[in-house]
C-alpha cells in the first residue's frame, strides 16, 4: 500500500477551519515542518498532496488528461454541470478548442475600448482624498466590462443585469458558503445548489435548501437564455461580444454548441471574469500605493509611451513595465493557493507514489515564494522580470498544461488597461494598514477590501 507523505496530524474538520481562516499562514506552517510534499486532510475528500518543488509542479501540469479527473474539483460554485471546468476528456478537448479563439489575443483589441470606457466611467465616480475600500470598486469595473464584452450588454440593459449578475455571485461567493462547503464537501455542496437550480426551473414546490442563491441563479439563466434566442432569430451579424460567437461556434464535425453548454460556459466565464480580475487588480493597488519608487516608474512609463494625452488602450500593449507590476502582484498573491488535479491510476510524482483518487495539489503561493527560485521572494519587485521569463512550473497564477486559465488572456489584457487608465488619473496612498488574504473557496482576497486613498495626478 502506498504511503502518502507526512502532513498535519489534527482532525480534517480542525485542518478545514485553519485553512480557511488562514490559507496562507496554514500552508506556510505545513511547507516549514514538512518540506515540499505534504498531505492535507479535509471532511468529506480524499487525502490531497500538495507539492511546491518545480520539478513535481513540471510533472504535475504534463500528466495526460486520462491520467486525472476534474469534474469532482473542491469548487462549492453551481457553475452548471456543462461548465468547462468540470468536464474531462474528449469532452473538455472539444469545449477547449471551441473556446480558445473567442477569447484569444487576436479577439482582445476589439474590446481595448469598451475596457477603458467602462475604467473610465467608474473613475468618474471615486471619492478623492478620502479612504475607501478599492476592492468592491474594481468589481465594479470588472463586472461592467464582463457584461460589454462577454454578454453584449449596453445602457440600461447592462444596468438591469449588473443586479441580476451581483444577486447570484454575492449569494454563491460568500464565506458561509465557502464554509459549508469546507464541512459538508465542496462538490457535494455545488451537486445541492445545482439540484436546487433545477426546482427552481421547474414547475412545483420550491426548492427548501439555498432557496435565495438558487432564484438568483435561475434569472441570471433566464436573461441568458432570451439573449442566446435573440442571437439565433435574429442573426449576429456586427457583433463582437463572446456571447455571439458561441452562438455562432461549430464544433469539428460541424455541430453547434447546444443553449446549455453555452449557458454553462458564460457562467463559469463570470465568476472567472469578474471577481478573480477584480481581486488581482485590488491586490496590484495595495502593493502600489506602499511602494511609490515602483508606482512613479509606472507613470514614467506613461508619460514615456503616451505623453501629455489620454491612455490609448489600443497601445496597452507597450506597457511593459506595467506588465511585470501585474506578474509580480499575482507572483506574490495569486489567484488561489493550489490548483487541483484528482489522480484516476497510481502515479509517480515528486519521488513518491501516490494511490488512485489521491487528490493533487500544485501549490501556486509556495512554489512563487521559493527563495531558491525568487531571490527575496517577499518583495515586491516587477523589475525582477526585466531579463527573466519564468518557467510555467515556477510562475503560474492561472494554473498550468491543458487545464490553464482560458480567460487568462483575456484578465490580464484588462487589467494592464484597467491599471493604466487609474494611474494616469490618480496617485495612490496607502490608508491603514497592508491587508491580509482572506478565502472565499476561489479567490484569495484583501481583508477590508483594500483601503485606499486617491488624489488627482496634475
Known amino acids: 500500500m502506498p504511503a502518502l507523505p507526512p502532513g498535519p496530524r489534527l482532525p480534517a474538520l480542525v485542518q478545514a477551519v485553519q485553512f ?15 518540506g515540499d510534499a505534504f498531505t492535507l486532510r479535509l471532511p468529506n475528500d480524499p487525502p490531497r498532496v500538495v507539492f511546491s518543488d518545480p520539478a513535481s509542479i513540471k510533472q504535475i501540469f504534463a500528466m495526460r488528461p486520462d491520467a486525472y479527473r476534474s469534474d469532482n474539483q473542491s469548487i462549492h460554485l453551481n457553475l452548471g454541470e456543462h461548465s468547462v471546468l468540470f468536464q474531462d476528456g474528449e469532452r ?61 450588454l449596453e445602457g440600461e440593459e447592462a444596468v438591469r443585469q449588473r443586479r441580476r449578475a451581483m444577486a447570484w455571485l454575492e449569494g454563491v461567493i460568500s464565506p458561509q458558503l465557502f464554509a459549508t462547503g469546507m464541512v459538508v464537501n465542496a462538490n457535494r455542496l455545488r451537486r445541492m445548489l445545482d439540484r436546487a437550480v433545477e ?67 458564460l457562467i463559469t466565464l463570470l465568476v472567472g471574469g469578474h471577481d478573480t480580475t477584480a481581486n488581482s487588480l485590488a491586490w496590484a493597488l495595495s502593493l502600489l500605493a506602499r511602494h511609490p519608487e515602483v ?10 509611451v503616451f505623453g501629455d494625452g489620454p491612455v490609448d488602450p489600443a497601445r496597452a500593449k507597450e506597457l511593459s513595465y506595467l506588465d511585470m507590476v501585474i506578474k509580480e502582484s499575482m507572483r506574490l498573491v495569486p489567484i488561489a493557493p493550489a490548483v487541483s488535479r484528482t489522480l484516476t491510476r497510481d502515479r509517480e510524482l515528486g519521488g513518491l507514489h501516490l494511490p488512485a483518487g489521491t487528490i493533487v495539489w500544485a501549490s501556486v503561493y509556495l512554489t512563487q515564494r521559493r527563495p531558491e527560485l525568487w531571490d527575496d521572494p517577499a518583495a515586491f519587485r516587477p523589475e525582477r522580470f526585466t531579463d527573466r521569463k519564468a518557467g510555467s512550473n515556477e510562475l503560474f497564477p492561472f494554473g498550468g498544461g491543458a487545464r490553464r486559465c482560458l480567460g487568462a488572456l483575456f484578465a490580464t489584457f484588462e487589467m494592464r488597461i ?41
Open 92 to 152: 473538455h478537448r472539444r469545449q477547449r478548442k471551441l473556446m480558445t479563439p473567442v477569447l484569444g489575443g487576436a479577439r482582445l483589441r476589439a474590446y481595448a475600448e469598451t475596457m477603458a470606457a467602462a475604467t473610465r466611467e467608474e473613475l468618474d465616480t471615486w471619492p478623492v482624498n478620502r479612504d475607501f475600500a478599492v476592492s468592491p470598486r474594481m468589481q465594479q469595473v470588472t463586472l461592467d466590462v464582463f457584461l460589454r464584452c462577454v454578454f453584449g
Open 295 to 304: 508606482t512613479a516608474r509606472v507613470h514614467e512609463e506613461l508619460e514615456e
Open 20 to 34: 480557511g481562516r488562514d490559507p496562507i499562514g496554514f500552508l506556510e506552517r505545513c511547507a516549514a515542518r514538512y
Open 418 to 458: 484597467v491599471l493604466a487608465e487609474l494611474l494616469h488619473r490618480f496617485d495612490l496612498h496607502a490608508a491603514g494598514p497592508a491587508p491580509s488574504v482572506m478565502f472565499s473557496g476561489i479567490v484569495m482576497s484583501p481583508t477590508g477590501g483594500a483601503q485606499l486613498r486617491v488624489t488627482p495626478r496634475r
Open 199 to 265: 426546482h427552481m426551473r421547474a414547475p412545483g414546490p420550491r426548492p427548501l435548501l439555498f432557496r435565495k442563491v438558487a432564484k438568483a441563479k435561475v434569472e441570471l439563466l433566464d436573461m441568458l437564455q432570451a439573449q442566446i434566442r435573440q442571437r439565433r432569430s435574429e442573426g449576429t451579424e456586427g457583433r463582437d461580444d463572446v456571447l455571439s460567437m458561441l452562438v455562432d461556434a461549430r464544433y469539428e464535425d460541424g455541430a453547434p454548441m447546444e443553449d446549455e453548454d453555452i449557458l454553462s460556459q
